[in-house]
């Protein structure tokens, strides 16, 4: 048993170079991503991480990947998705807004700003979750300020769809946001 | 041609190669429909991103990377523990020779190929128990280095989407009638054997498994058998496994103690045609019995397609998995790969029922035998080294 030990270092090494670097470039879009889709640091961290546990695992059973950055948001957007829209999760960021506020009150002038704000964030986050997945997706990837490359990397689309997705995905998010908002 | 919502988006996200973007532009300048279709598409644009702006992280919390990499060093360890205590567990339940291999594989065939038929009449959960055993003939021709090759993704799927949990201990007792009070069944000891047994109460354990469809694809990619068809619903579906209490006694000078301690955290790729004779000495006999291990599945699947797909995934043919498929009750029989060039097996009459006897090749220095059989809702495991007919004599003794 430690001679197999010893004969898998060398690919192993180049797995966890190969992987810190993956870790390096792409977990803060990761966390950017999953942090406007969940709103709570902790959660976005932990499902970040997630992703790249799976990701680890992937390399590890040298499974093809033609873009790594695509897996991953892919995953981490697929993952954040499934969180906000668990009973859960929803009863978690609801007591989470009533934190926000408890934590905003006393060091901002206008906590009425911010009761709106973290009323606002909810809205917008159940919107997201009662769209199509791939409207959802497509929508937070660009406010994390993805190209239209990435974006198309992400979801497996050709890059010349992603107009009309986004101009979709924008047109259902307002119809149903203008609901929401009584009018 | 006019422009299309798409095409504007894109221009306005300025995600245009530039021939394109001079394109839109003069189209633009030129076509008056299409400029207002610019200013919705626009002001809709405007919109959204207003909208959504407001999910960007606050500054309390933004992104802390050094923070994330230590966490994820904590993640790598804990799972690596786990993954430990996870192999620890499957392999230690199997405690004994032959068991070794046969309950890993069992453990994952038994996840993925038995819920049960009776779910689909009472639309609730289903419920698997043995009743009876057959035995598939597995090539393993190209299967050793397959499996290895799949060792870590099996690895992986039993350690993200499973969770396994041993209930109580294990314990030695004096005697059979001990024993039986223990687990709560009929202890029976063959009467054959001469002197007393090393007797232990192996606790019973329950796990459960959420199918996750696009890994085990994943799996069958690996073994090269992406053709094998699975049920979509299968995806998420929970099944669970109850492994009752088990009794095992042995006889004779048996090494548990080395799969106990001696087995690597997965599975050893050098060990394709694991040696189980180094594991006991010929004189070793181990006796294992217990109730049925049960296992429950959501009432939608389709279980004879599962079956197929396990059959062949055994290495048969998909006509061949078809009929094979047909004749067996997925939710009473407790299918056992064998792999034809390191065992054969033949059914035998045995302690008033039919059973299976499987038999190490020729080719092994210590060649040792397993007869299986169902009596009473009891499973009974015999294993021992030498003639396979004294097998069968000694399980007629059973008292």
């Given at each position: 048993m430690v001679n197999v030990k010893e004969r898998r270092i060398p690919k192993e090494k180049a797995l966890e170079a190969s992987f810190e670097e993956i870790f390096h470039s792409h977990w803060p879009r990761v966390y950017g991503v999953l942090i406007r889709?969940?709103?709570?640091?902790?959660?976005?961290?932990?499902?970040?991480?997630?992703?790249?546990?799976?990701?680890?695992?992937?390399?590890?059973q040298s499974v093809q990947m033609d873009h790594v950055g695509g897996w991953l948001y892919r995953v981490s957007s697929n993952l954040g998705l499934n969180a906000l829209r668990s009973k859960k999760r929803r009863k978690l960021y609801e007591d989470q807004a009533a934190a926000d506020l408890m934590a905003q009150e006393s060091d901002r002038p206008d906590p009425l700003d911010e009761v709106e704000a973290s009323e606002t964030r909810k809205q917008v986050r159940k919107i997201l979750t009662s769209m199509k997945p791939r409207s959802a997706q497509i929508l937070v990837l660009?406010?994390?300020?993805?190209?239209?490359?990435?974006?198309?990397?992400?979801?497996?689309?050709?890059?010349?769809?992603?107009?009309?997705?986004?101009?979709?995905a924008q047109a259902d998010f307002e119809k149903r946001y203008r609901k929401a908002d009584g009018g | 041609m006019h422009l299309n919502d798409g095409d504007l988006t894109a221009y306005y996200d300025d995600q245009l190669?530039?021939?394109?973007?001079?394109?839109v532009r003069r189209h633009l300048l030129a076509c008056e429909g299409c400029q207002r279709k610019a200013e919705r598409i626009q002001a809709l644009r405007r919109q959204a991103d207003l909208h959504l702006a407001i999910l960007n992280p606050k500054n309390s919390e933004q992104a802390s990377f050094e923070k994330a990499r230590l966490r994820l060093s904590q993640r790598f360890d804990q799972l690596e523990?786990?993954?430990?205590?996870?192999?620890?567990?499957?392999?230690?339940?199997?405690?004994?020779?032959?068991?070794?291999?046969a309950t890993t594989i069992l453990v994952v065939a038994l996840l993925l190929a038995f819920p049960s038929v009776r779910a689909l009449a009472t639309?609730?959960?289903?419920l698997f128990r043995v009743q009876q055993i057959t035995i598939v003939p597995v090539n393993l021709a190209n299967l050793p280095q397959n499996m290895n090759s799949a060792s870590p993704a099996i690895q992986?799927?039993?350690?993200?989407?499973?969770?396994?949990?041993?209930?109580?201990?294990?314990?030695?007792?004096?005697?059979a009638s001990q024993a039986s009070k223990l687990a709560g069944f009929n202890v029976r000891l063959p009467s054959q054997l001469q002197g007393s047994p090393k007797l232990t109460v192996q606790a019973g354990a329950e796990g459960s498994f959420t199918v996750n469809l696009p890994q085990v694809k994943a799996i069958l990619q690996e073994l090269g058998r992406?053709?094998?068809?699975?049920?979509?619903?299968?995806?998420?579906?929970?099944?669970?496994?109850?492994?009752?209490?088990?009794?095992?006694?042995?006889?004779?000078t048996c090494d548990t103690g080395q799969l106990e301690s001696g087995l690597p955290a997965g599975p050893d790729p050098a060990a394709s045609k694991p040696d189980l004779s180094a594991l006991a000495a010929s004189d070793c006999t181990v006796l294992i019995q217990m109730d049925s291990p049960t296992v429950s599945a959501p009432p939608d699947l389709d279980i004879t397609q599962l079956g197929v797909a396990f059959l062949e995934a055994a290495g048969m043919s998909p006509e061949q998995a078809q009929s094979f498929a047909q004749q067996i009750n997925w939710s009473t029989t407790l299918v056992i790969p064998v792999p034809s060039n390191i065992a054969s097996y033949e059914e035998v009459q045995v302690d008033g029922v039919t059973g299976t006897l499987i038999q190490q090749s020729?080719?092994?220095?210590?060649?040792?035998?397993?007869?299986?059989?169902?009596?009473?809702?009891?499973?009974?495991?015999?294993?021992?080294?030498?003639?396979?007919?004294?097998?069968v004599s000694l399980a007629n003794s059973m008292k």
């Amino acid at each position: 048993m430690v001679n197999v030990k010893e004969r898998r270092i060398p690919k192993e090494k180049a797995l966890e170079a190969s992987f810190e670097e993956i870790f390096h470039s792409h977990w803060p879009r990761v966390y950017g991503v999953l942090i406007r889709l969940l709103g709570d640091p902790d959660e976005a961290e932990d499902i970040s991480l997630e992703a790249f546990l799976r990701l680890h695992n992937h390399l590890a059973q040298s499974v093809q990947m033609d873009h790594v950055g695509g897996w991953l948001y892919r995953v981490s957007s697929n993952l954040g998705l499934n969180a906000l829209r668990s009973k859960k999760r929803r009863k978690l960021y609801e007591d989470q807004a009533a934190a926000d506020l408890m934590a905003q009150e006393s060091d901002r002038p206008d906590p009425l700003d911010e009761v709106e704000a973290s009323e606002t964030r909810k809205q917008v986050r159940k919107i997201l979750t009662s769209m199509k997945p791939r409207s959802a997706q497509i929508l937070v990837l660009r406010a994390s300020g993805f190209t239209y490359q990435e974006i198309a990397e992400t979801l497996r689309v050709s890059q010349a769809s992603i107009g009309s997705l986004l101009s979709r995905a924008q047109a259902d998010f307002e119809k149903r946001y203008r609901k929401a908002d009584g009018g | 041609m006019h422009l299309n919502d798409g095409d504007l988006t894109a221009y306005y996200d300025d995600q245009l190669a530039s021939s394109e973007k001079e394109n839109v532009r003069r189209h633009l300048l030129a076509c008056e429909g299409c400029q207002r279709k610019a200013e919705r598409i626009q002001a809709l644009r405007r919109q959204a991103d207003l909208h959504l702006a407001i999910l960007n992280p606050k500054n309390s919390e933004q992104a802390s990377f050094e923070k994330a990499r230590l966490r994820l060093s904590q993640r790598f360890d804990q799972l690596e523990k786990e993954n430990q205590s996870m192999w620890n567990k499957i392999n230690s339940r199997s405690l004994r020779p032959v068991w070794a291999v046969a309950t890993t594989i069992l453990v994952v065939a038994l996840l993925l190929a038995f819920p049960s038929v009776r779910a689909l009449a009472t639309n609730f959960l289903g419920l698997f128990r043995v009743q009876q055993i057959t035995i598939v003939p597995v090539n393993l021709a190209n299967l050793p280095q397959n499996m290895n090759s799949a060792s870590p993704a099996i690895q992986n799927m039993l350690s993200q989407d499973t969770s396994y949990q041993v209930l109580g201990k294990t314990e030695t007792v004096a005697n059979a009638s001990q024993a039986s009070k223990l687990a709560g069944f009929n202890v029976r000891l063959p009467s054959q054997l001469q002197g007393s047994p090393k007797l232990t109460v192996q606790a019973g354990a329950e796990g459960s498994f959420t199918v996750n469809l696009p890994q085990v694809k994943a799996i069958l990619q690996e073994l090269g058998r992406s053709d094998i068809q699975l049920p979509d619903n299968l995806n998420n579906a929970v099944i669970k496994v109850n492994i009752p209490q088990s009794v095992t006694a042995t006889y004779g000078t048996c090494d548990t103690g080395q799969l106990e301690s001696g087995l690597p955290a997965g599975p050893d790729p050098a060990a394709s045609k694991p040696d189980l004779s180094a594991l006991a000495a010929s004189d070793c006999t181990v006796l294992i019995q217990m109730d049925s291990p049960t296992v429950s599945a959501p009432p939608d699947l389709d279980i004879t397609q599962l079956g197929v797909a396990f059959l062949e995934a055994a290495g048969m043919s998909p006509e061949q998995a078809q009929s094979f498929a047909q004749q067996i009750n997925w939710s009473t029989t407790l299918v056992i790969p064998v792999p034809s060039n390191i065992a054969s097996y033949e059914e035998v009459q045995v302690d008033g029922v039919t059973g299976t006897l499987i038999q190490q090749s020729n080719e092994t220095a210590n060649p040792r035998y397993l007869l299986m059989w169902v009596k009473g809702n009891i499973v009974y495991a015999l294993s021992g080294s030498g003639d396979p007919s004294q097998a069968v004599s000694l399980a007629n003794s059973m008292k």
